[in-house]
Protein backbone atom coordinates (compact mmCIF):
# COMPACT_ATOMS: atom_id res chain seq x y z
CA UNK A 1 0.00 0.00 0.00
CA UNK A 2 1.55 3.42 -1.33
CA UNK A 3 2.47 5.47 1.75
CA UNK A 4 0.24 8.27 0.21
CA UNK A 5 -3.15 7.84 1.79
CA UNK A 6 -4.20 11.15 2.28
CA UNK A 7 -6.44 13.02 3.87
CA UNK A 8 -8.37 15.79 3.24
CA UNK A 9 -10.94 18.68 4.57
CA UNK A 10 -14.29 19.88 3.91
CA UNK A 11 -14.39 23.31 4.75
CA UNK A 12 -18.38 24.28 6.22
CA UNK A 13 -20.67 26.54 4.23
CA UNK A 14 -23.58 28.61 5.06
CA UNK A 15 -27.00 27.24 3.16
CA UNK A 16 -28.08 27.83 -0.30
CA UNK A 17 -31.09 27.60 -2.51
CA UNK A 18 -30.65 24.98 -5.23
CA UNK A 19 -32.58 27.00 -7.71
CA UNK A 20 -30.78 29.79 -8.18
CA UNK A 21 -27.70 27.67 -8.54
CA UNK A 22 -28.50 24.88 -10.50
CA UNK A 23 -26.40 25.88 -13.55
CA UNK A 24 -23.42 27.03 -12.03
CA UNK A 25 -21.86 24.10 -11.02
CA UNK A 26 -22.05 22.52 -13.96
CA UNK A 27 -19.09 25.02 -16.03
CA UNK A 28 -15.19 24.23 -14.62
CA UNK A 29 -12.75 26.69 -15.80
CA UNK A 30 -10.12 26.07 -18.21
CA UNK A 31 -6.81 24.72 -16.81
CA UNK A 32 -4.63 27.09 -15.07
CA UNK A 33 -1.04 25.96 -14.68
CA UNK A 34 0.56 26.56 -11.09
CA UNK A 35 3.54 24.73 -10.49
CA UNK A 36 5.51 21.60 -11.74
CA UNK A 37 5.63 18.44 -9.72
CA UNK A 38 5.22 14.96 -9.92
CA UNK A 39 2.23 14.52 -7.44
CA UNK A 40 -0.56 16.78 -5.76
CA UNK A 41 -0.53 15.65 -2.00
CA UNK A 42 -3.44 17.32 -0.50
CA UNK A 43 -5.21 20.48 -1.57
CA UNK A 44 -8.13 22.78 0.15
CA UNK A 45 -9.69 25.94 -0.10
CA UNK A 46 -11.57 28.34 1.96
CA UNK A 47 -13.84 29.28 -1.18
CA UNK A 48 -13.04 32.73 -0.10
CA UNK A 49 -10.36 33.38 -2.77
CA UNK A 50 -7.14 31.53 -0.97
CA UNK A 51 -6.40 28.06 -1.35
CA UNK A 52 -3.22 25.50 -0.75
CA UNK A 53 -1.89 22.66 -2.17
CA UNK A 54 0.59 20.61 -1.49
CA UNK A 55 2.59 18.51 -3.79
CA UNK A 56 6.20 16.79 -4.56
CA UNK A 57 8.75 17.20 -6.99
CA UNK A 58 11.80 14.86 -8.11
CA UNK A 59 13.19 13.12 -4.94
CA UNK A 60 12.03 13.54 -1.37
CA UNK A 61 10.49 16.19 0.30
CA UNK A 62 7.59 18.00 0.32
CA UNK A 63 6.81 21.61 -1.60
CA UNK A 64 3.61 24.02 -0.83
CA UNK A 65 2.08 26.62 -2.94
CA UNK A 66 -0.83 29.22 -1.91
CA UNK A 67 -3.15 30.03 -4.17
CA UNK A 68 -4.42 33.98 -3.32
CA UNK A 69 -7.13 35.05 -6.24
CA UNK A 70 -6.12 32.94 -8.85
CA UNK A 71 -2.35 34.29 -7.84
CA UNK A 72 0.15 31.38 -6.59
CA UNK A 73 3.14 31.82 -4.78
CA UNK A 74 6.28 30.89 -5.22
CA UNK A 75 6.89 26.83 -3.94
CA UNK A 76 8.39 26.62 -0.26
CA UNK A 77 10.05 23.19 0.46
CA UNK A 78 8.30 22.80 3.82
CA UNK A 79 10.51 19.49 4.51
CA UNK A 80 13.38 17.58 2.74
CA UNK A 81 11.82 14.19 4.54
CA UNK A 82 9.77 11.69 2.50
CA UNK A 83 6.35 12.46 4.02
CA UNK A 84 2.77 12.85 3.60
CA UNK A 85 1.25 16.20 4.22
CA UNK A 86 -2.20 17.71 4.90
CA UNK A 87 -3.39 20.96 4.79
CA UNK A 88 -6.27 23.40 5.37
CA UNK A 89 -7.29 26.23 4.54
CA UNK A 90 -9.15 28.99 7.49
CA UNK A 91 -11.89 31.14 6.71
CA UNK A 92 -9.87 33.83 6.85
CA UNK A 93 -7.08 32.58 4.78
CA UNK A 94 -4.67 31.63 7.21
CA UNK A 95 -3.34 27.65 5.82
CA UNK A 96 -2.06 25.12 8.13
CA UNK A 97 -0.03 22.53 6.74
CA UNK A 98 1.01 19.12 8.45
CA UNK A 99 3.35 16.27 7.36
CA UNK A 100 4.58 13.22 8.79
CA UNK A 101 7.83 10.52 8.45
CA UNK A 102 9.15 8.07 9.78
CA UNK A 103 12.53 9.16 11.57
CA UNK A 104 14.14 5.51 11.34
CA UNK A 105 13.21 4.69 8.12
CA UNK A 106 10.79 1.88 9.83
CA UNK A 107 8.04 2.62 12.02
CA UNK A 108 7.84 4.36 14.93
CA UNK A 109 8.79 6.47 16.10
CA UNK A 110 6.95 9.15 13.53
CA UNK A 111 7.99 13.02 13.86
CA UNK A 112 5.05 15.18 12.71
CA UNK A 113 5.40 19.06 11.98
CA UNK A 114 3.19 22.03 11.54
CA UNK A 115 3.59 25.59 9.92
CA UNK A 116 1.04 28.00 9.48
CA UNK A 117 1.04 30.36 6.45
CA UNK A 118 -0.14 33.93 7.33
CA UNK A 119 0.58 37.51 6.19
CA UNK A 120 1.68 36.38 2.90
CA UNK A 121 4.62 34.09 4.47
CA UNK A 122 5.05 31.06 5.64
CA UNK A 123 6.05 31.01 9.92
CA UNK A 124 8.59 28.61 11.87
CA UNK A 125 8.44 24.76 10.97
CA UNK A 126 6.62 23.14 14.53
CA UNK A 127 7.11 20.23 15.86
CA UNK A 128 4.07 18.23 17.04
CA UNK A 129 5.40 15.54 18.04
CA UNK A 130 8.56 13.53 17.84
CA UNK A 131 7.39 10.36 19.47
CA UNK A 132 4.65 9.45 16.72
CA UNK A 133 3.26 6.19 17.14
CA UNK A 134 3.07 3.91 13.80
CA UNK A 135 3.19 0.31 13.26
CA UNK A 136 4.96 -1.88 10.50
CA UNK A 137 1.73 -1.85 8.50
CA UNK A 138 0.66 2.04 9.21
CA UNK A 139 0.30 4.52 6.52
CA UNK A 140 2.42 7.79 7.52
CA UNK A 141 -0.77 9.76 6.45
CA UNK A 142 -2.87 8.40 8.52
CA UNK A 143 -1.28 8.71 11.76
CA UNK A 144 -2.35 12.35 12.30
CA UNK A 145 -5.52 14.41 11.71
CA UNK A 146 -6.58 18.19 11.06
CA UNK A 147 -9.70 20.29 11.48
CA UNK A 148 -10.76 23.78 11.73
CA UNK A 149 -13.44 25.92 13.02
CA UNK A 150 -15.05 28.87 11.72
CA UNK A 151 -12.93 30.88 14.61
CA UNK A 152 -10.00 29.70 12.77
CA UNK A 153 -9.08 27.48 15.65
CA UNK A 154 -7.19 24.60 14.19
CA UNK A 155 -7.26 21.26 15.79
CA UNK A 156 -4.40 18.40 15.10
CA UNK A 157 -5.14 15.21 16.85
CA UNK A 158 -2.37 11.89 16.58
CA UNK A 159 -1.11 8.71 18.10
CA UNK A 160 1.61 9.29 20.43
CA UNK A 161 4.36 7.29 22.37
CA UNK A 162 4.16 7.71 25.99
CA UNK A 163 6.72 5.65 27.82
CA UNK A 164 6.81 2.49 30.24
CA UNK A 165 4.90 0.65 27.01
CA UNK A 166 1.96 3.06 26.79
CA UNK A 167 0.48 4.77 23.70
CA UNK A 168 -2.23 7.18 23.59
CA UNK A 169 -4.25 9.55 21.23
CA UNK A 170 -3.15 13.20 21.76
CA UNK A 171 -4.61 16.84 20.60
CA UNK A 172 -3.40 19.88 21.01
CA UNK A 173 -5.08 23.12 18.76
CA UNK A 174 -4.19 26.87 18.01
CA UNK A 175 -3.83 29.38 15.56
CA UNK A 176 -1.60 31.34 13.60
CA UNK A 177 -1.24 34.25 15.86
CA UNK A 178 -1.01 32.51 19.19
CA UNK A 179 0.67 29.44 17.88
CA UNK A 180 -0.09 26.01 19.31
CA UNK A 181 -1.04 25.24 23.37
CA UNK A 182 -0.35 22.56 25.56
CA UNK A 183 -1.03 18.76 24.17
CA UNK A 184 -3.64 16.39 26.24
CA UNK A 185 -4.10 12.98 26.15
CA UNK A 186 -7.22 11.89 25.24
CA UNK A 187 -6.78 8.14 25.92
CA UNK A 188 -4.46 5.75 26.42
CA UNK A 189 -5.10 3.68 23.13
CA UNK A 190 -2.80 3.36 19.99
CA UNK A 191 -4.35 1.53 16.98
CA UNK A 192 -2.41 2.84 13.85
CA UNK A 193 -5.34 5.03 12.18
CA UNK A 194 -6.22 8.48 13.05
CA UNK A 195 -9.01 10.34 11.35
CA UNK A 196 -10.48 14.02 12.57
CA UNK A 197 -13.90 15.89 11.52
CA UNK A 198 -14.33 19.48 13.27
CA UNK A 199 -17.49 21.86 12.41
CA UNK A 200 -17.81 25.55 12.70
CA UNK A 201 -18.93 25.65 15.72
CA UNK A 202 -15.40 24.14 16.80
CA UNK A 203 -17.43 20.50 18.18
CA UNK A 204 -15.22 17.65 17.11
CA UNK A 205 -14.83 13.76 16.45
CA UNK A 206 -11.42 11.98 16.88
CA UNK A 207 -11.64 8.41 15.35
CA UNK A 208 -8.98 5.84 15.70
CA UNK A 209 -8.93 2.16 13.97
CA UNK A 210 -6.41 -0.19 13.04
CA UNK A 211 -4.45 0.28 10.21
CA UNK A 212 -4.71 -3.37 8.52
CA UNK A 213 -6.42 -6.90 9.27
CA UNK A 214 -6.24 -7.69 13.22
CA UNK A 215 -8.70 -7.75 15.59
CA UNK A 216 -9.38 -3.64 16.59
CA UNK A 217 -12.81 -1.91 17.60
CA UNK A 218 -13.14 1.85 16.07
CA UNK A 219 -13.09 3.93 18.53
CA UNK A 220 -14.20 7.67 18.89
CA UNK A 221 -13.43 10.56 21.06
CA UNK A 222 -16.03 13.55 20.75
CA UNK A 223 -15.64 17.08 21.60
CA UNK A 224 -18.15 19.87 22.41
CA UNK A 225 -18.20 23.30 21.16
CA UNK A 226 -16.72 24.73 23.89
CA UNK A 227 -13.89 22.60 23.64
CA UNK A 228 -14.54 19.92 26.32
CA UNK A 229 -13.40 16.38 24.85
CA UNK A 230 -15.36 13.27 26.43
CA UNK A 231 -14.58 10.10 27.55
CA UNK A 232 -13.65 7.66 24.13
CA UNK A 233 -15.58 5.12 23.49
CA UNK A 234 -16.05 1.84 21.16
CA UNK A 235 -17.99 2.87 18.12
CA UNK A 236 -18.06 -0.86 16.75
CA UNK A 237 -16.70 -3.41 19.15
CA UNK A 238 -13.48 -5.02 18.51
CA UNK A 239 -13.78 -7.44 15.18
CA UNK A 240 -11.23 -9.00 12.88
CA UNK A 241 -10.63 -6.29 9.56
CA UNK A 242 -12.04 -3.52 11.09
CA UNK A 243 -9.25 -0.76 10.21
CA UNK A 244 -8.99 2.80 8.71
CA UNK A 245 -11.86 4.90 9.72
CA UNK A 246 -12.92 7.96 7.99
CA UNK A 247 -14.76 10.49 9.91
CA UNK A 248 -17.49 13.67 8.49
CA UNK A 249 -19.29 15.93 10.87
CA UNK A 250 -22.13 18.30 9.89
CA UNK A 251 -23.06 21.76 11.69
CA UNK A 252 -25.87 20.16 12.88
CA UNK A 253 -24.10 17.73 14.99
CA UNK A 254 -24.75 14.82 12.73
CA UNK A 255 -21.31 12.90 11.99
CA UNK A 256 -21.04 9.77 10.19
CA UNK A 257 -18.20 7.20 9.99
CA UNK A 258 -17.18 4.40 8.08
CA UNK A 259 -14.64 1.77 7.66
CA UNK A 260 -13.19 -0.79 6.38
CA UNK A 261 -13.91 -4.23 7.38
CA UNK A 262 -12.84 -7.95 6.62
CA UNK A 263 -15.47 -8.98 3.70
CA UNK A 264 -17.32 -5.29 3.50
CA UNK A 265 -16.97 -1.68 4.43
CA UNK A 266 -19.64 -0.99 7.38
CA UNK A 267 -20.79 2.48 9.38
CA UNK A 268 -22.29 3.85 11.84
CA UNK A 269 -24.16 7.17 12.30
CA UNK A 270 -24.22 9.91 15.15
CA UNK A 271 -27.07 11.64 14.58
CA UNK A 272 -29.80 13.46 17.70
CA UNK A 273 -26.82 12.81 20.64
CA UNK A 274 -27.63 8.78 19.63
CA UNK A 275 -25.39 6.60 18.03
CA UNK A 276 -26.38 3.30 15.34
CA UNK A 277 -25.26 0.19 15.32
CA UNK A 278 -22.67 -0.23 12.75
CA UNK A 279 -23.98 -1.80 9.26
CA UNK A 280 -22.73 -2.87 6.14
CA UNK A 281 -22.82 0.09 3.51
CA UNK A 282 -24.97 -1.71 0.91
CA UNK A 283 -23.06 -3.68 -2.53
CA UNK A 284 -19.41 -3.24 -0.67
CA UNK A 285 -16.63 -5.38 -0.59
CA UNK A 286 -13.49 -5.11 1.41
CA UNK A 287 -12.79 -1.54 0.23
CA UNK A 288 -11.73 1.58 1.93
CA UNK A 289 -14.49 4.42 2.03
CA UNK A 290 -14.71 8.60 2.69
CA UNK A 291 -18.19 10.01 3.46
CA UNK A 292 -19.32 13.33 3.87
CA UNK A 293 -21.86 15.56 6.09
CA UNK A 294 -23.37 18.67 4.75
CA UNK A 295 -25.15 20.98 7.45
CA UNK A 296 -28.53 19.23 7.21
CA UNK A 297 -27.39 15.63 8.53
CA UNK A 298 -27.71 13.92 4.60
CA UNK A 299 -24.77 12.24 3.78
CA UNK A 300 -22.88 10.67 1.01
CA UNK A 301 -20.04 7.30 1.31
CA UNK A 302 -17.75 6.68 -1.61
CA UNK A 303 -15.95 3.27 -1.97
CA UNK A 304 -15.76 0.68 -5.29
CA UNK A 305 -16.01 3.77 -7.75
CA UNK A 306 -19.47 3.60 -6.41
CA UNK A 307 -21.47 6.23 -4.63
CA UNK A 308 -24.44 5.73 -1.53
CA UNK A 309 -26.63 8.60 -0.34
CA UNK A 310 -28.12 9.00 2.96
CA UNK A 311 -31.02 11.13 4.29
CA UNK A 312 -31.79 12.51 7.92
CA UNK A 313 -33.17 9.31 10.21
CA UNK A 314 -32.59 7.06 7.34
CA UNK A 315 -29.88 4.76 6.24
CA UNK A 316 -27.80 4.46 3.19
CA UNK A 317 -29.71 3.85 -0.04
CA UNK A 318 -28.59 1.03 -3.18
CA UNK A 319 -24.98 2.64 -4.51
CA UNK A 320 -24.81 3.80 -7.98
CA UNK A 321 -21.16 3.70 -9.85
CA UNK A 322 -19.39 6.99 -10.79
CA UNK A 323 -15.75 5.63 -10.91
CA UNK A 324 -15.85 7.92 -7.71
CA UNK A 325 -12.81 7.64 -5.62
CA UNK A 326 -13.04 10.39 -2.38
CA UNK A 327 -16.25 12.33 -1.55
CA UNK A 328 -16.24 16.14 -0.24
CA UNK A 329 -19.38 18.41 0.53
CA UNK A 330 -20.07 21.95 1.16
CA UNK A 331 -22.00 22.38 4.43
CA UNK A 332 -24.96 24.07 1.95
CA UNK A 333 -25.18 20.78 0.80
CA UNK A 334 -23.39 20.59 -2.64
CA UNK A 335 -21.24 17.31 -2.57
CA UNK A 336 -18.00 16.41 -4.93
CA UNK A 337 -16.75 13.28 -6.12
CA UNK A 338 -13.50 12.76 -7.50
CA UNK A 339 -12.84 10.40 -10.14
CA UNK A 340 -12.15 10.06 -13.89
CA UNK A 341 -14.96 13.33 -13.91
CA UNK A 342 -15.14 14.54 -11.25
CA UNK A 343 -19.80 14.31 -9.80
CA UNK A 344 -21.42 16.99 -8.88
CA UNK A 345 -24.47 16.87 -6.72
CA UNK A 346 -26.19 19.81 -5.84
CA UNK A 347 -28.65 20.83 -2.73
CA UNK A 348 -31.76 19.52 -2.82
CA UNK A 349 -31.13 17.05 -5.98
CA UNK A 350 -30.73 13.86 -6.74
CA UNK A 351 -28.90 13.76 -9.73
CA UNK A 352 -25.23 13.72 -10.35
CA UNK A 353 -23.61 15.90 -12.85
CA UNK A 354 -20.37 13.74 -14.11
CA UNK A 355 -19.08 16.47 -16.60
CA UNK A 356 -16.14 17.58 -14.48
CA UNK A 357 -12.26 17.28 -15.64
CA UNK A 358 -10.89 14.05 -13.93
CA UNK A 359 -9.08 14.65 -10.78
CA UNK A 360 -7.75 12.58 -8.03
CA UNK A 361 -7.48 16.04 -5.42
CA UNK A 362 -11.20 17.87 -5.03
CA UNK A 363 -11.54 20.55 -2.38
CA UNK A 364 -14.55 22.86 -1.52
CA UNK A 365 -15.53 26.05 0.23
CA UNK A 366 -18.10 28.47 0.00
CA UNK A 367 -19.28 29.50 -3.61
CA UNK A 368 -16.43 27.68 -5.38
CA UNK A 369 -14.71 24.20 -6.22
CA UNK A 370 -11.34 23.76 -6.47
CA UNK A 371 -9.72 20.53 -8.33
CA UNK A 372 -6.11 19.62 -9.50
CA UNK A 373 -5.76 18.11 -12.93
CA UNK A 374 -2.76 17.48 -15.52
CA UNK A 375 -0.49 18.66 -15.93
CA UNK A 376 0.55 18.43 -12.60
CA UNK A 377 -0.11 20.89 -10.95
CA UNK A 378 -2.65 22.58 -12.59
CA UNK A 379 -5.85 23.60 -11.17
CA UNK A 380 -9.89 24.07 -12.67
CA UNK A 381 -12.40 26.10 -10.35
CA UNK A 382 -16.12 26.11 -10.52
CA UNK A 383 -18.87 28.23 -8.61
CA UNK A 384 -20.80 25.98 -6.25
CA UNK A 385 -23.60 27.00 -3.18
Known sequence: MRIATKLRLSVLLVAACFRSSSSIAQTWSAPEFVTSGTEAVALATNGKGTSAVLF???????????????????????TTATSVGRVIVAPNGDVLAVWSFETTNSSSPVETQAAFYSGGKWGKTITITGSGSATASSSIGNVAAIGIDAANEATIVWEQLLGSGSCGLEEVTGNSVSGFGTPQQLNSTCLGSVGLAVNSSGEALAVQGGATLEVAPIVGTLRT??????????????????????????????????????????????????????????????????????????????????????????????????????????????????GNSVATRLPGSTTWNQNGPPAGEVAIGPGQALVVVNPVVSVETASVP
Open 225 to 338: ASGAWGASFDIATPYYGRQRPYVALGDNGTAAVTWRARTFSEYAIYENGVWTAPAHLPSSSAADSTVAVDGSGNAVAAYSGKVSSRVPGGAFQTPIMLGSGFVTCSQAGTFMVS
Open 56 to 78: WETGPGLMATVGINGNWTAPVLL
